[in-house]
């Protein structure tokens, strides 16, 4: 093994011009002649639109073009779609309402575009955008999901009675009601997981450029998948043709999930382009990052566990309410299905498990998938009832997860998921060593001692990684492939391009996929560049989310890895005069096992370009390319301890201790990973103690800045311990299972479980404030 190969802890090759400031963003991406975008948004969550007058507007300086959503359609551009279908439990189709772009009748949550303005300048844009004057007929609002389905409550679209999306099921409900009523235990819980706005440290933009000349269009936008925002606003938004639209997504300050999907501003960029002569840039303020990403989680849901006489797990009946936001975002309705309910057996043995979930409109920001996307929302449902029922058994919480672990493998749920391979037990050992759990006594009389509450808890959590493979996401309702693509360029003089339907925003693509190629070939990364983010360079892939990067975006490279080391052996072997059998690479050279004969890569790299001594019939060059389809999901598991300690006059509550012991396969990189592990927990601490979104009854969002929304800074965490152990994923060639996602997934219910043990209590919500905390604490001395 090469020192920068697989294993080794090479730092990010990329992060030299990001902290030299020279990445490149849209923001920085200036096109001849372009100009600044600027849009008005409606102030309030439901009204109708009852006059739209611009002329002011128009007439103002700089001002190059008002538009409207009555000439966007009459332009034939479509409404945005949710890509996954998903079917009622009677069989009816997910209620799609309508979507447009640009709002011309009706508006139905605060921040809903309605008019778009372009200028000469930002502040131009921006000025002329406060000149427009539309006349609203404010209606009703409703933001509260399970207030949604009340009789009272307003209908937010004609497509959905009772704003009822969908009313879905998953698993033998007969079965574990039977279960239910055997039990000689039931834990019952309702269980609310808030809402979250992404705050990716980059507020997305995009750039639409229309090139009169050449009939052609270019996107650079903040995409995670940018030949996905093509193929959608080609083929369903009718923007551009697909052979004449180019999409660019640069470097990407993060995405989390939220730079999935096609917004509205990236459409109307291209088509005001278009429609106005001139390339047309919009690049969000913070406060409307706040107003119209794709927030996260919102679900309310009821659950009921059961158990025989010996604790073990004989039925899981859960019943939640997932709130959708105003409109159906790309891939919305997955989240609370697909992606949560299979999950719902977590690492436990659970032999019936049925859950029902109803999916609704509220007049609030569209919800989809955010860091883990479905799967912490399983996770803390699963975890809080699994440590409320220790303390009602009375029983450790750590034995009640081991005497229900799954043992043997592979394990099919109840629930649809088969898991390949996993040691959970080694993960919950690994967390309570680390964490001292047996002296967690002392230490919590110690507090006592001081006056603070001390509390411990615990998280044993599974998610689903990959998603894969296409056939089945597609039997399920996945409206693309969930496949993977990768091109190996070896180029004359022996360096190495690798190009990747994968995004990099974030995760340390450009070191750990050349990380791969030194590996194989001994080259050195510096010789390898990673080349992603651009429709035009790169054969078409499906970006990243899901933590499929590695999994399936480093098994496509794999496998063009492969066909690249055969032909170059076959190279090598005809220059060495030797059987290809027994021709090995190492350290850079192709060389004749067991001799001193040997030709060095860039030798054997420059004879596949000038052809002038290549085995017959042999196709000059050495470029090679693959499309991967995983066969399963991978299923990454760990255990998080969490320690607490709280100050009973305040409320206020610091995180002492956080172990996290996880199992993400075969690793590339162990310090890129645990970067991943520190950004996850960070974000899942975040949840369960800072962030809540706000909305106000008739829909105005309070929390809109960072003045309202806490997130979480340096001093709110502690230096966390983490740790990996590894069972070898089966399922793809490297046996990896993915790692982005984890941190987010397994720490918001760890830290709750260790809030509530602190108190004494059974519940409390999220985010666990000081004035929450302090309340708590007030109301059990009552």
Same mark, same amino acid.
């Given at each position: 093994?090469?020192?920068? !190969?697989?294993?080794?802890? *090479?730092?990010?090759? =990329?992060? %030299?011009?990001?902290?030299?400031? &020279?990445?490149?963003? /849209? $923001?920085?991406?200036?096109?001849?002649?372009?100009?600044?975008?600027?849009?008005?948004?409606?102030?309030?969550?439901?009204?109708?639109?009852?006059?739209?007058?611009?002329?002011?507007?128009?007439?103002?300086?700089?001002?190059?073009?008002?538009?409207?959503?009555?000439?966007?359609?009459?332009?034939?551009?479509?409404?945005?779609?949710?890509?996954?279908?998903?079917?009622?439990?009677?069989?009816?189709?997910?209620?799609?309402?309508?979507?447009?772009?640009?709002?011309?009748?009706?508006?139905?949550?605060? !921040?809903?575009?309605?008019? *778009?303005?372009?200028? =000469?300048? %930002?502040?131009?844009?921006?000025? &002329?955008?406060?000149? /427009? $004057?539309?006349?609203?007929?404010?209606?009703?609002?409703?933001?509260?999901?399970?207030?949604?389905?009340?009789?009272?409550?307003?209908?937010?679209?004609?497509?959905?009675?009772?704003?009822?999306?969908?009313?879905?099921?998953?698993?033998?409900?007969?079965?574990?009601?039977?279960?239910?009523?055997?039990?000689?235990?039931?834990?019952?819980?309702?269980?609310?997981?808030?809402?979250?706005?992404?705050?990716?440290?980059?507020?997305?933009?995009?750039?639409?450029?229309?090139?009169?000349?050449?009939?052609?269009?270019?996107?650079?936008?903040?995409?995670?998948?940018?030949?996905?925002?093509?193929?959608?606003?080609?083929?369903?938004?009718?923007?551009?043709p697909e052979n004449k639209l180019r999409v660019i997504a640069p470097d990407v300050g993060g995405g989390f999930g939220s730079k999935i999907y096609i917004y509205p501003e990236e459409i109307i960029c291209l088509w005001a382009s278009k429609k106005t002569g001139v390339p047309v840039k919009w690049v969000a303020d913070r406060t409307e990052s706040f107003l119209t990403d794709a927030?996260?989680?919102?679900?309310?849901?009821?659950?009921?566990?059961?158990?025989?006489?010996?604790?073990?797990?004989?039925?899981?009946?859960?019943?939640?309410?997932?709130?959708?936001?105003?409109?159906?975002?790309?891939?919305?309705?997955?989240?609370?299905?697909?992606?949560?309910?299979?999950?719902?057996?977590?690492?436990?043995?659970?032999?019936?498990?049925?859950?029902?979930?109803?999916?609704?409109?509220?007049?609030?920001?569209?919800?989809?998938?955010?860091?883990?996307?479905?799967?912490?929302?399983?996770?803390?449902?699963?975890?809080?009832?699994?440590?409320?029922?220790?303390?009602?058994?009375?029983?450790?919480?750590?034995?009640?997860?081991?005497?229900?672990?799954?043992?043997?493998?592979?394990?099919?749920?109840?629930?649809?998921?088969?898991?390949?391979a996993g040691d959970y037990a080694a993960s919950l050992d690994a967390a309570m060593a680390a964490a001292d759990y047996a002296g967690f006594a002392q230490r919590k009389a110690d507090a006592a001692n001081r006056g603070k509450l001390r509390g411990i808890g615990m998280s044993c959590y599974i998610e689903a990684c990959g998603l894969a493979p296409s056939a089945a996401v597609g039997?399920?309702?996945?409206?693309?492939?969930?496949?993977?693509?990768?091109?190996?360029?070896?180029?004359?003089?022996?360096?190495?391009?690798?190009?990747?339907?994968?995004?990099?925003?974030?995760?340390?693509?450009?070191?750990?996929?050349?990380?791969?190629?030194?590996?194989?070939?001994?080259?050195?990364?510096?010789?390898?560049?990673?080349?992603?983010?651009?429709?035009?360079?790169?054969?078409?892939?499906?970006?990243?989310?899901?933590?499929?990067?590695?999994?399936?975006?480093?098994?496509?490279?794999?496998?063009?890895?492969?066909?690249?080391?055969?032909?170059?052996?076959?190279?090598?072997?005809?220059?060495?005069?030797?059987?290809?059998?027994?021709?090995?690479?190492?350290?850079g050279a192709l060389k004749v096992a067991g001799t001193d004969k040997q030709v060095p890569w860039f030798q054997m790299a420059l004879a596949a370009y000038t052809a002038h001594n290549l085995p017959g019939g042999m196709e000059p060059g050495l470029k090679e390319t693959s499309f991967y389809d995983p066969s399963n999901f991978t299923f990454p598991a760990g255990c998080y301890v969490?320690?607490?300690?709280?100050?009973?006059?305040?409320?206020?509550?610091?995180?002492?201790?956080?172990?996290?012991?996880?199992?993400?396969?075969?690793?590339?990189?162990?310090?890129?990973?645990?970067?991943?592990?520190?950004?996850?927990?960070?974000?899942?601490?975040?949840?369960?103690?800072?962030?809540?979104?706000?909305?106000?009854?008739?829909?105005?969002?309070?929390?809109?800045?960072?003045?309202?929304?806490?997130?979480?800074?340096?001093?709110?965490?502690?230096?966390?311990?983490?740790?990996?152990?590894?069972?070898?994923?089966?399922?793809?060639?490297?046996?990896?299972?993915?790692?982005?996602?984890?941190?987010?997934?397994?720490?918001?219910?760890?830290?709750?479980?260790?809030?509530?043990?602190?108190?004494?209590?059974?519940?409390?919500?999220?985010?666990?404030?000081?004035?929450?905390?302090?309340?708590?604490?007030?109301?059990?001395?009552?």
């Amino acid at each position: 093994m090469g020192i920068e !190969g697989v294993g080794a802890r *090479v730092a990010r090759k =990329e992060d %030299k011009r990001f902290i030299t400031g &020279a990445g490149r963003y /849209v $923001d920085d991406m200036v096109v001849p002649g372009m100009k600044h975008a600027a849009f008005v948004r409606s102030p309030h969550a439901h009204a109708e639109i009852k006059k739209i007058d611009v002329k002011k507007a128009q007439a103002m300086p700089g001002v190059v073009g008002v538009l409207t959503g009555k000439e966007l359609k009459a332009d034939g551009i479509g409404n945005l779609i949710c890509g996954w279908m998903i079917h009622s439990k009677d069989g009816s189709p997910m209620k799609m309402g309508a979507w447009s772009p640009l709002a011309f009748d009706r508006v139905r949550y605060v !921040g809903d575009a309605v008019v *778009v303005v372009v200028a =000469e300048t %930002k502040g131009q844009a921006r000025d &002329a955008a406060e000149a /427009v $004057d539309i006349a609203y007929e404010e209606l009703k609002a409703v933001v509260d999901a399970p207030k949604a389905l009340e009789r009272s409550a307003p209908q937010i679209h004609p497509e959905a009675d009772g704003n009822l999306i969908f009313d879905w099921e998953l698993g033998d409900s007969a079965a574990t009601n039977a279960a239910i009523k055997a039990a000689a235990h039931i834990t019952r819980m309702k269980i609310v997981n808030n809402r979250l706005v992404p705050n990716a440290m980059e507020p997305r933009a995009a750039l639409g450029h229309y090139d009169k000349a050449e009939d052609h269009y270019t996107c650079w936008t903040t995409s995670q998948n940018p030949h996905l925002a093509r193929l959608v606003m080609s083929a369903f938004y009718n923007v551009a043709p697909e052979n004449k639209l180019r999409v660019i997504a640069p470097d990407v300050g993060g995405g989390f999930g939220s730079k999935i999907y096609i917004y509205p501003e990236e459409i109307i960029c291209l088509w005001a382009s278009k429609k106005t002569g001139v390339p047309v840039k919009w690049v969000a303020d913070r406060t409307e990052s706040f107003l119209t990403d794709a927030h996260g989680r919102d679900h309310v849901s009821t659950v009921e566990m059961a158990f025989d006489k010996d604790n073990r797990i004989t039925g899981l009946k859960v019943d939640t309410i997932a709130n959708l936001g105003a409109y159906m975002s790309l891939f919305s309705s997955c989240v609370p299905t697909y992606l949560y309910a299979t999950l719902l057996s977590g690492q436990y043995d659970i032999p019936a498990i049925h859950a029902n979930v109803r999916a609704v409109y509220t007049n609030t920001v569209p919800v989809d998938a955010y860091r883990g996307a479905g799967r912490p929302e399983a996770t803390y449902l699963l975890e809080r009832t699994m440590e409320t029922a220790a303390r009602e058994l009375g029983v450790s919480p750590a034995e009640l997860r081991r005497k229900n672990f799954i043992t043997s493998f592979p394990h099919q749920t109840p629930v649809i998921m088969n898991y390949d391979a996993g040691d959970y037990a080694a993960s919950l050992d690994a967390a309570m060593a680390a964490a001292d759990y047996a002296g967690f006594a002392q230490r919590k009389a110690d507090a006592a001692n001081r006056g603070k509450l001390r509390g411990i808890g615990m998280s044993c959590y599974i998610e689903a990684c990959g998603l894969a493979p296409s056939a089945a996401v597609g039997s399920l309702g996945a409206g693309v492939g969930l496949w993977e693509s990768a091109e190996v360029r070896v180029n004359a003089a022996g360096t190495i391009e690798v190009l990747t339907g994968s995004h990099s925003h974030g995760q340390g693509h450009e070191t750990t996929f050349a990380q791969l190629v030194n590996q194989r070939f001994g080259v050195p990364i510096d010789s390898v560049s990673i080349v992603h983010g651009d429709t035009d360079k790169v054969q078409m892939g499906m970006g990243t989310y899901g933590s499929r990067s590695g999994a399936v975006g480093m098994s496509a490279v794999v496998k063009a890895l492969d066909k690249v080391e055969a032909k170059a052996k076959k190279i090598a072997a005809h220059l060495l005069e030797a059987d290809e059998g027994d021709i090995v690479i190492e350290n850079g050279a192709l060389k004749v096992a067991g001799t001193d004969k040997q030709v060095p890569w860039f030798q054997m790299a420059l004879a596949a370009y000038t052809a002038h001594n290549l085995p017959g019939g042999m196709e000059p060059g050495l470029k090679e390319t693959s499309f991967y389809d995983p066969s399963n999901f991978t299923f990454p598991a760990g255990c998080y301890v969490c320690e607490v300690e709280i100050d009973p006059e305040t409320g206020v509550t610091e995180v002492v201790q956080f172990v996290a012991a996880d199992d993400f396969g075969n690793i590339i990189n162990p310090m890129i990973v645990e970067g991943q592990v520190h950004g996850g927990v960070a974000q899942g601490i975040g949840q369960a103690l800072l962030e809540g979104t706000r909305y106000d009854a008739s829909g105005q969002l309070l929390t809109a800045s960072y003045m309202d929304y806490a997130m979480p800074r340096a001093d709110d965490l502690p230096s966390f311990k983490v740790s990996t152990s590894n069972t070898p994923c089966p399922g793809n060639p490297l046996g990896i299972k993915g790692c982005g996602e984890a941190g987010a997934i397994g720490s918001p219910s760890a830290v709750i479980n260790a809030i509530t043990d602190a108190i004494g209590i059974t519940d409390i919500a999220m985010p666990a404030s000081p004035s929450t905390v302090w309340a708590a604490i007030r109301a059990t001395k009552h």
